[in-house]
Every structure is written in C-alpha cells, then in structure tokens.
C-alpha cells in the first residue's frame, strides 16, 4: 500500500506563488511516476505535471513556463512550484503515483487564486 500526503495549499492573489508538497510512504518501487492533477468546479480532472524517478517532465500547456515540478527522491517527496498564478488555476490539486499496474491518488488541497 502506498499512502500519499499533501500539504501547501491555500489563498494567494493573482500573480503570487505557492509551493505544493506531497510526501509518498509505503511499499514505494524504485521506477514510478509522481503527477499532479487539478480540478476546478464543473471542469474535468486534467493532468497539470509529471516526473518520473529520472526526474525526466512534463507539463500541461496552460502552465508551462509557470509550474515546476520536482522530487526528492531520498523523501520520497513530489513538489510543485507555483508562479505567476491565475484565477483560472483555482482548482483542487490531486497528488498521484504510478507504479507497476497500481495508481495511488492523495485527498487533494486546495488552491485558490483571487483576481
């Protein structure tokens, strides 16, 4: 079992910055996939970063150039670095890991950007 827990969310004004973190315990494999994930009201879950344990990226258009995602993989520990934020990133932002043929997801933390 994998247990995922977050922290960092919060109210910030538009073009502030928050950092999201997510620390991973349990029977971790040594190759995974650590993601973020938003959803706002009305809106489909979509897929915001990833970062496998190579520490190879990817980022969804809307926050690329904005968003960083990191690890540490000594922690076991996800990061998401947030700037330049927007009153269209408020959303519930989902810690996820993959790992052989499982999928863990966290309770989700929420971020909201005023205008």
């Known amino acids: 079992q994998v247990q995922l827990v977050e922290s960092g969310g919060g109210l910030v004004q538009a073009g502030g910055s928050l950092r999201l973190s997510c620390a991973a315990s349990?029977?971790?494999?040594?190759?995974?996939?650590m993601a973020w994930y938003r959803q706002a009201p009305g809106k489909q879950r979509e897929l915001v970063a990833t970062?496998?344990?190579?520490?190879?990226?990817t980022y969804a258009d809307s926050v690329k150039g904005r968003f960083t995602i990191s690890r540490d993989n000594a922690k076991n520990t996800v990061y998401l670095q947030m700037n330049s934020l927007k009153p269209e990133d408020t959303a519930v932002y989902y810690c996820?890991?993959?790992?052989?043929?499982?999928?863990?997801w966290g309770q989700g933390t929420q971020v909201t950007v005023s205008s």
């Open positions: 996820n890991l993959k790992q052989v043929l499982n999928n863990y």
């Open positions: 349990g029977s971790i494999t040594l190759f995974n996939t």
């Open positions: 970062i496998t344990t190579g520490r190879s990226t």
